[in-house]
């Protein structure tokens, strides 16, 4: 079976569409302000499609291009700005920045009444208690993911293979919490993990998170396991027109074999981050708009 991120990500967009509609009628418009340093091309490419998804439900996403060598004080001011701009209920800095800037700076800049991302330190923190909170998007996607598609965590045992801040420890933290999509027994494991095979082959879920193109082969799992690919990586591929093509850290056509389940990508995780985020805004709009 394929977990179709983009037919699951339409869903949860449509979910919101009353929710945007009851905060217009009280005058108010979820709006997201994205701050874009420097020229990365695939930066560049994923703000383009969160402008769209905004547009496409009738939301304000406004987007600040800044030149890659803005002084880290114009970026702090221009943050400020926008804590400050009542129409602005989200605020995220696309990640990553130019190696003169302090990515956690801004980030603790931001404030968190209009962490879109879900990763400013007091989300993650209160997401950690168990408060409620803005989640982060790609943890967030992938535990509706599972939701929409009727796979239960509860007593699973579930390997996520990466630890960063974004993707590895909160989605470990979330699936290993007393409530519904979580009461799972979680292992993580990361660059310096020992025999990864042995581990991963006793998953019964497992979540892959490192950015090495298709790493993980038919070899790292067993038979009906659930796979969630959150991978996304640019490699060469002259035959296409654009001369490359997006895969995963996992080999899809090995592992498709023997899982149960599994998300391609494109069009798995991706499409989920993206609604996400969308779904992160309106709730900042409802909570704290005027
Ligand atoms: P990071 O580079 O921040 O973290 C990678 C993690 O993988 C680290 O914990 C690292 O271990 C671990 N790792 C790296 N190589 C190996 C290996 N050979 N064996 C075991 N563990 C390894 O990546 P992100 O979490 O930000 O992203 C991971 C992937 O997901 C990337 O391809 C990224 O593009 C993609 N992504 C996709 C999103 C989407 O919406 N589709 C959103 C976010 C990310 P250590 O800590 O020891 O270094």
């Known amino acids: 079976m394929l977990i179709d991120g983009k037919k699951i990500a339409k869903k949860v967009r449509r979910s919101l569409e009353p929710r945007i509609d009851a905060l217009k009628s009280k005058g108010i418009t979820p709006g997201l ?27 304000e996403s406004k987007t600040y291009r800044l030149a890659a060598e803005t002084p880290q004080s114009e970026v702090l001011e221009l943050i400020d700005q926008l804590n400050a701009d ?39 923190g209160k997401m950690v208690l168990g408060i409620e909170t803005p989640l982060p998007c790609t943890p967030h996607g992938i535990l509706k993911l ?29 699936l290993a919490q007393k409530k519904d999509y979580g009461n799972a027994t979680v292992t993580i494991c990361h660059s310096r993990t020992k025999n990864i095979k042995k581990i991963t082959k006793q998953a019964d879920i ?50 498709s074999q023997k899982a149960q389940a599994i998300t391609p990508v494109p069009g798995g995780v991706g499409p989920m981050t993206i ?6 805004t309106v709730y900042l709009a409802e909570k704290y708009g005027k």
Do not use: C, W
Not at 245 to 253: I, K, L, P, T
């Open 33 to 59: 302000a994205v701050i874009l340093i420097g020229d990365d091309p695939a930066s560049q490419s994923y703000v383009r499609m969160k402008e769209k998804a905004f547009k496409k439900l009738n939301m």
């Open 86 to 124: 009542k129409n602005i209920h989200g605020i995220l800095v696309q990640i990553p920045v130019p190696d003169h800037l302090d990515e956690m700076t801004l980030l603790e800049r931001i404030d968190p009444q209009k962490d879109a991302d879900g990763i400013h330190p007091v989300s993650l």
């Open 146 to 174: 599972l939701e929409y598609s009727d796979f239960e965590t509860e007593g699973k045992h579930v390997v996520v293979i990466g630890r960063s801040n974004i993707v590895g420890k909160p989605i470990s933290n979330l």
């Open 206 to 255: 497992l979540i892959v998170a490192i950015g090495q193109p298709e790493m993980i082969t038919g070899e790292y799992v067993k038979d009906d396991v659930v796979v969630i690919d959150v991978g996304s990586n640019r490699i060469d591929a002259p035959e296409t027109e654009k001369g490359y093509r997006f895969v995963g850290d996992v080999d899809f056509e090995e592992v």
């Open 275 to 280: 609604s996400m985020l969308l779904f992160n």
